[in-house]
Structure formats: structure tokens, C-alpha cells
């Protein structure tokens, strides 16, 4: 069984940064590809960000690409979301979750583990 531990969200204003991290435990995540997902009130949860096993590989929704930076440090077994230029839309419950594979993935149900989010406030 794996747990993951989200942290770093918080209440920022519009045009500041956060830089979330997801740690995990009970198993390593070395051969796994990790992703970020948020959801806001009253919508579905939307895919944010993917890595894969190794790092070389990075995906990122298009509401976020060249703000957003996913990475991963498999020695910590620990997953990062660096978030630049934040806009009050960005305001959301994110979650990290564990791939099946080592190859990133999109929807919410190709991901196996879940943690249980860290709340993101962005004012404007």
C-alpha cells in the first residue's frame, strides 16, 4: 500500500508562487509515473501535470503549461509541483497520484494511489 502526503498549498495572491510537494511512503515510487490533479468547487477533477518514472518525460495541461513546473526526486521519494504566476483560477483541492506504470497519463482513473490534496487559494 502506498500513502501519499501532500504539501505546500496555501493562500497566495494572483502573480505569486507556491511550490507543492508530494511525499510518499510504504512504497518507492522510483518505477512509477506521479501526477498532479486539482479540483475546484463544483467541477470534476482535472489533470494538471504528469511525470514519468525517470523524470525525462514531463506532461502539463495547457491552462498551466509554461507556468507550472513538475519534477521528481526519486531518492526522496518525493514529488514536486513549482506553480509561477498564479491566477485566481488556479484556485483548487490538488492531489498527486501514482501512475500503474512509468508512463504519464491524463485521466484520473488511469492512477492507482491518491493522496488527499492540499488546498490552493489564489486572490485576486
Known amino acids: 500500500q502506498v500513502q501519499l502526503v501532500e504539501s505546500g498549498g496555501g493562500l497566495v495572491q494572483a502573480g505569486g508562487s507556491l511550490r507543492l510537494s508530494c511525499a510518499a511512503s510504504?512504497?518507492?515510487?522510483?518505477?512509477?509515473?506521479m501526477g498532479w490533479f486539482r479540483q475546484a468547487p463544483g467541477k470534476e477533477r482535472e489533470f494538471v501535470a504528469a511525470?514519468?518514472?525517470?523524470?525525462?518525460?514531463?506532461h502539463y495541461a495547457d491552462s498551466v503549461k509554461g507556468r507550472f513546473t513538475i519534477s521528481r526526486d526519486n531518492t526522496k521519494n518525493t514529488v514536486y509541483l513549482q506553480m509561477n504566476s498564479l491566477k485566481p483560477e488556479d484556485t483548487a483541492l490538488y492531489y498527486c497520484?501514482?501512475?500503474?506504470?512509468?508512463?504519464?497519463?491524463?485521466?484520473?482513473?488511469?492512477?492507482?494511489?491518491w493522496g488527499h490534496g492540499t488546498q490552493v487559494t489564489v486572490s485576486s
Open positions: 510504504g512504497r518507492t515510487l522510483r518505477n512509477y509515473a
Open positions: 511525470i514519468s518514472w525517470s523524470g525525462g518525460n514531463t
Open positions: 497520484a501514482t501512475a500503474y506504470d512509468g508512463s504519464p497519463r491524463f485521466s484520473p482513473l488511469e492512477y492507482a494511489y
